[in-house]
C-alpha cells in the first residue's frame, strides 16, 4: 500500500492536470487576458514538474525523512490551492463586467508608465477593493465597474502590486519603522518608564511592521497616482464602511489596517508634496465634518501609536521611490486637453462635479461610463 504522502501527491498532481484542461478550455476569452492566461497556464506547468519531482524521488518513501517531504508538498499544496482559488477562478468567470474593470485598469496602467505586466481584475469581491499581488489579480466590488466616485481605489491596489515587485521599497519603509520605534523604546528606558509602557510601543512597532507600513505605502503610492480624487475616495469609503476612524482598540490582534484617521493625514501629506495644498485642504475640511458626524474624538495615544514625524519620513521616501521607478504622478496640467479617454483625470472631474453639483451627478456619471465603454468598444 503506498504511503499517504504518495496518495496526497498523486492528488495533487491530478488536480494540477484538471487546471490545466480549464485552462485549455477557455478558448473565447479576450484579447487583453490572453497573456494572462498562458502566464497561469506556465505556472500550473512549473507546479506539476515539482510534484512529479518529488514522486520519481527514491527517498520519498524513507520514513525517516517524511517530514521534509511533506512540508514540501505543503507548500506546493498551498500554490495549487492558490491558482485554483484565484487566478483559475477569475478566468473561468470572466465576464462583461470583468473585462470593463480589467480594461479601465490597463488604460490606468498605460497612464501611470506601471513598469509590469497587467494585472486583471474581477469584479466579486464582498470585501471592498482587495489584490493578491502574487496573482496579479485585482478583486473589486460587483457594482463598481459602473461608478466612478470609489474607482480610485484601484490605485492603492495597484500599490501592493508594485511594493510585491519592488521588495527594497517595502523594506526602506520598514527601516524608517525600525529607526523610529527603537529610538523612541530607547528614549522611553532612558526617562524610566515601565516595561508596560515599553511593550506597548514595541507591540505598535511590531504592527507597522507587518501590517501598516504596507498599507501606509499603497495609500501614497496611490495618491501619488491618482491625486486628489484618492483623498476624496478615502473619505467616502471611511463614511460607508467605518465604525471607529480613531481605530483605538490595541485588543484586536489582527487588526491588519490602521487608523482611518492616521491614513487621512498620509494621504494630506502626499497631496501637499505633490502641490495640491488648496484641494488636501479641503479634503481635510470634508474630513473633519465626517468627524464631528460621528462624534469621536482622537485618543490621547493616537500620535504615540500613529507618529507624524514617521508617517511624513514615509511619505518623502515613498514620493522618491516613486520617481526613481519612473511612475506618472498624477498632474491637472500633464492630463488636460486632447479628446482621449484618460481614466485618472477623469476620476478627479467626477469628484469636481459631484461636489459640485450633486444633484445632477448620476446622470454626468452615467454618460461618463457610456463613454468608457464605447471607448473599449463594449
Known amino acids: 500500500m503506498d504511503s499517504l504522502l504518495h496518495g496526497l501527491l498523486k492528488d495533487l498532481l491530478q488536480r494540477c492536470h484538471r487546471l490545466k484542461q480549464e485552462l485549455t478550455s477557455l478558448v473565447s476569452l ?74 479601465i485598469c490597463h488604460q490606468i496602467a498605460e497612464e501611470i508608465n506601471f513598469p509590469y505586466d497587467r494585472p486583471i481584475c474581477i469584479a466579486l469581491s464582498s470585501q471592498h477593493y482587495w489584490a493578491d499581488p502574487a496573482s496579479r489579480l485585482i478583486v473589486i466590488p460587483s457594482v463598481e465597474p459602473f461608478h466612478l466616485l470609489g474607482l480610485s481605489d484601484m490605485y492603492h491596489e495597484i500599490g501592493h502590486i508594485i511594493l510585491f515587485q519592488q521588495k527594497e521599497v517595502e523594506a526602506e519603509t520598514i527601516d524608517l519603522v525600525d529607526q523610529h520605534f527603537n529610538q523612541a523604546i530607547k528614549h522611553l528606558k532612558q526617562e524610566g518608564e515601565s516595561d508596560a509602557f515599553q511593550k506597548e510601543l514595541a507591540y505598535y512597532m511590531e ?23 484618492y483623498g476624496w475616495a478615502n473619505v467616502r469609503l471611511c463614511a460607508n464602511v467605518s465604525t471607529d476612524i480613531y481605530g483605538d482598540d490595541p485588543s484586536d490582534p489582527y487588526y491588519t489596517h490602521p487608523a482611518d484617521a492616521a491614513r487621512s493625514r498620509a494621504i494630506e501629506m502626499m497631496l501637499k508634496q505633490l502641490g495640491f495644498e488648496q484641494e488636501a485642504q479641503k479634503i481635510k475640511d470634508l474630513w473633519n465634518q465626517l468627524i464631528a458626524l460621528t462624534g469621536q474624538t482622537e485618543p490621547q495615544e493616537f500620535e504615540f501609536r500613529f507618529p507624524l514625524s514617521l508617517i511624513e519620513k514615509l511619505c518623502g521616501t515613498l514620493r522618491r521611490s516613486c520617481q526613481n521607478l519612473q511612475l506618472i504622478p498624477y498632474s491637472e496640467k500633464a492630463s488636460e486637453g486632447g479628446g482621449h479617454l484618460h481614466i485618472t483625470r477623469l476620476l478627479n472631474e467626477a469628484w469636481n462635479n459631484f461636489i459640485s453639483d450633486t444633484e445632477n451627478f448620476a446622470e454626468w456619471e452615467n454618460t461618463q461610463i457610456d463613454r468608457i465603454r464605447a471607448n473599449f468598444g463594449l
Open 207 to 229: 504592527l507597522w511592521k507587518r501590517y501598516w507600513a504596507r498599507e501606509f505605502a499603497c495609500d501614497m503610492i496611490a495618491t501619488y497616482l491618482a491625486g486628489p480624487a
Open 30 to 103: 479576450p484579447m487583453e487576458v490572453s497573456p494572462y492566461k498562458e502566464w497561469v497556464i506556465n505556472l500550473v506547468q512549473v507546479t506539476e514538474k515539482r510534484i512529479k519531482y518529488l514522486l520519481d524521488d527514491p527517498d520519498i518513501r524513507d520514513r525517516g525523512l517524511a517530514k521534509n517531504y511533506y512540508h514540501a508538498y505543503k507548500r506546493l499544496s498551498e500554490i495549487v490551492w492558490r491558482l485554483e482559488w484565484r487566478p483559475i477562478l477569475a478566468l473561468t468567470r470572466y465576464s462583461e463586467r470583468d473585462r470593463l474593470a480589467t480594461l
